[in-house]
């Protein structure tokens, strides 16, 4: 069963840098993907980043790609999202959501955290 839990939503300034996480509630994630997608008001949900199952291969989207990073501890039971340089767009409620990369990709996860606040102002 995938529980997932979000955390490290802040208030933060443009271009600082925030790390969220995604647990499986205490339980390790497995050889699963995780993604993070992200619901800014007024706007529609958007895929942000993905890790695969093994930690291996990342894909961001392109209005990240080079600012964020997502990474998975050797225990497999954490996937961090760091962001660098964010921008007042960045302000968003950020889930995690995990499944298999297909799935991900595609942003049609069946298993999604219940979000964390990201807030970005000058």
């Known amino acids: 069963q995938v529980q997932l839990v979000e955390s490290g939503g802040s208030l933060v300034h443009p271009g600082d840098s925030l790390r969220l996480s995604c647990t499986n509630s205490?339980?390790?994630?497995?050889?699963?993907?995780v993604g993070w997608f992200r619901r800014a008001p007024g706007k529609e949900r958007e895929f942000v980043s993905a890790?695969?199952?093994?930690?291996?291969?990342?894909y961001y989207s392109d209005s990240v790609k080079g600012r964020f990073t997502n990474s998975k501890d050797s225990d497999q039971n954490t996937v961090y999202h760091e962001m660098t340089n964010l921008k007042l767009d960045g302000a968003a409620l950020y889930y995690c959501?995990?499944?298999?990369?297909?799935?991900?990709?595609?942003?049609?996860?069946?298993?999604w955290g219940q979000g964390t606040q990201v807030t970005v102002s000058s």
């Open positions: 890790i695969s199952g093994s930690g291996g291969t990342t």
């Open positions: 959501a995990a499944d298999t990369t297909w799935a991900v990709m595609k942003g049609t996860p069946k298993n």
């Open positions: 205490g339980r390790t994630l497995g050889n699963i993907a």
